[in-house]
């Protein structure tokens, strides 16, 4: 969807997808596509495609990630989708970070709370769902950091997970720790 959040978390900045990102997008997906449950090769007029249909679909936000320190580099992405404003229910994924550009441990953690914190606050959502794949320890470690909550089994593949606004975990890793651990 045309869209002009721009929402701030943590170390990131979630602002829209633009057209210009979109090719950066899609080598990163490629890069790292065994870790989706759609693992196909994304093409180039595929994704520009893709990009024409998303921009008139109201139902799905996709944010673009930059780092506060660093707002013009593209360092990743993230949406929420299957926006359901009767039954205040979203989906939050495709959730993708590029750790050549920047290392930084977390930066898809705070991506993800930023995203639902801005689903809860701004869109007004009340659950928001996912779809992972068992085998995927980063995003599940992500996920479960954020405060999602395993809440069906697909199948021999994947989990089902979701987060409610009381789920959502808004403590730092650290202050979790106590300082120093
Ligand atoms: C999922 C993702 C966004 C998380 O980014 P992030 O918040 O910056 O987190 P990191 O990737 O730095 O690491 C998360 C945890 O996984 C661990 N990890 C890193 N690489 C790993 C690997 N290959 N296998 C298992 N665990 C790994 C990290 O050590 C870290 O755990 P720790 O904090 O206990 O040390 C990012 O890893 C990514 O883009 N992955 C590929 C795309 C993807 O899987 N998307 C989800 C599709 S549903």
């Not at 090719?23 to 520009?48: D, H, M, P, S, V």
């Not at 989708?81 to 920047?102: H, L, M, P, Q």
Request: charged content about 30%.
């Amino acid at each position: 969807m045309r869209h002009s959040h721009r929402y701030e978390y943590g170390r990131v900045i979630l602002s829209p997808l633009e057209e210009k990102d979109i090719e950066e997008l899609r080598q990163l997906r490629n890069r790292q596509k065994e870790y989706f449950l759609t693992k196909g090769e994304i093409g180039e007029e595929a994704q520009k495609k893709w990009y024409k249909l998303y921009l008139e679909n109201d139902s799905d936000i996709m944010f673009r990630i930059s780092h506060r320190d660093k707002p013009d580099i593209f360092l990743g992405a993230i949406a929420v989708y299957n926006i359901d404003y009767g039954s205040r229910v979203a989906e939050v994924g495709r959730t993708v970070v590029d750790k050549e550009k920047n290392a930084e441990a977390g930066i898809g953690l705070d991506a993800t709370k930023g995203i639902c914190l801005f689903s809860f606050t701004v869109l007004g959502i009340e659950k928001i769902v996912a779809t992972i794949l068992k085998s995927n320890e980063r995003i599940l470690k992500t996920d479960t950091r954020a405060g999602f909550y395993i809440s069906g089994d697909g199948g021999d593949n994947s989990y089902a997970i979701e987060m409610t606004r009381t789920s959502l975990n808004l403590f730092d890793r650290l202050d979790i720790r106590g300082n120093g651990r």
